[in-house]
């Protein structure tokens, strides 16, 4: 019997070819890559030319790994293949040598219907990982949540109990699909989450007990801090000048470049420098006559309109 021949992903023998690893570097683009592996200039820019819909040149990051293979003789080597790796389920595979040409290889996937249950020990991102869970579901869960459940003030002894759905490719967790269920217990306080698309709306959304709607006017947070570094207060002693003064605000410290939220949805009325000691600051009119304000901003994001 003929001897069996171990394949790569890309249809050729393991083993065939030398293979360089490396990845995108800064500033690089397709054909330069190319070229740096081997690719004449002008060959490299007929193969990006036939890219088309199947992958997206401009999209190459800084960082992003890329495999080469090349076939050798006593003299040099010649390139034959490269494979770009665009995600971890989607590589690129591109030829190199007599033929130029492009091709996409998806690894296999399974969906996974999971139920997870977890008890705060120490942290939630800790905990999770305990269980098993995939890190992502908490992002999912600070989404459902983030109306209702202030995710850092969680206390040793709170609870969340999930039904989701999760794509996994190779023993690896690719993505949270889908939470159609979850309950938390804490502070005294149970708030169960129900996915439900009503007929008459894009998008599903999660409904709590007695079929109220999760999302309410204004967010528990409106970013990811690390701790409160000053509280509402009408007789907080200021930290610099030692007088009582009140302070009509909650000061959340968090790294510059953090990104703030709105605390729901509303109209701007301000956005610049504030004089008075906000620094950059940002003010928001809610409906019902309520107004918020968001100071010492280190810069404004762009929103692509002038």
Same mark, same amino acid.
């Given at each position: 019997?003929?001897?069996?021949?171990?394949?790569?992903?890309?249809?050729?023998?393991?083993?065939?070819?030398?293979?360089?690893?490396?990845?995108?570097?800064?500033?690089?683009?397709?054909?330069?890559?190319?070229?740096? +592996?081997?690719?004449?200039n002008s060959r490299a820019h007929e193969l990006a030319s036939l890219c088309d819909t199947l992958f997206d040149v401009r999209k190459?990051?800084? !960082?992003?790994?890329?495999?080469?293979?090349?076939?050798?003789?006593?003299v040099s080597r010649h390139l034959e293949y490269v494979v770009y790796s665009q995600s971890r389920v989607r590589s690129t595979l591109f030829r190199?040598?007599?033929?130029? $040409?492009?091709?996409?290889?998806?690894?296999?996937?399974?969906?996974?219907?999971?139920?997870?249950?977890?008890?705060?020990?120490?942290? +939630?991102w800790g905990d999770m990982l305990k269980v098993g869970a995939s890190p992502e579901l908490i992002m999912n869960l600070a989404d459902i949540y983030q109306w $209702?459940?202030?995710?850092?003030?969680?206390?040793?002894?709170?609870?969340?109990?999930?039904?989701? $759905?999760?794509?996994?490719?190779?023993?690896?967790?690719i993505s949270i699909d889908t939470v159609f269920f979850s309950l938390f217990s804490g502070g005294g306080k149970e708030v169960p989450a129900v996915r439900f698309q009503k007929p008459d709306e894009e998008r599903a959304a999660y409904w709590g007990k007695d079929g109220e709607s999760l999302k309410r006017m204004f967010l528990k947070a409106p970013l990811k801090y690390n701790r409160i570094s000053s509280k509402f207060s009408y007789h907080r002693v200021h930290p610099?000048?030692?007088?009582?003064?009140?302070?009509?605000?909650?000061?959340?410290?968090?790294?510059?470049?953090?990104?703030?939220?709105?605390?729901?949805?509303?109209?701007?009325?301000?956005?610049?420098?504030? !004089?008075?000691g906000g620094g950059n600051r940002i003010r928001m009119k809610h409906m019902q006559g309520y107004e918020s304000c968001y100071m010492h901003l280190s810069k404004f994001a762009y929103h692509g309109k002038q």
């Open positions: 019997e003929p001897a069996q021949v171990e394949m790569t992903p890309w249809g050729f023998p393991v083993g065939l070819y030398a293979c360089d690893s490396t990845s995108v570097k800064s500033g690089e683009v397709f054909t330069t890559l190319m070229s740096r +592996l081997g690719l004449d190459m990051r800084e !960082g992003d790994p890329v495999e080469a293979f090349y076939s050798t003789d006593s190199c040598g007599d033929t130029l $040409s492009v091709r996409n290889f998806d690894k296999p996937v399974t969906i996974e219907r999971k139920y997870t249950d977890v008890t705060i020990r120490s942290s +939630l $209702s459940v202030n995710f850092f003030t969680l206390q040793e002894g709170d609870r969340f109990r999930v039904i989701y $759905s999760q794509t996994v490719c190779e023993d690896e967790v610099v000048t030692g007088k009582v003064k009140a302070h009509t605000a909650v000061d959340y410290a968090a790294p510059t470049g953090t990104p703030v939220h709105a605390i729901g949805d509303g109209t701007i009325t301000l956005c610049g420098w504030d !004089g008075s």
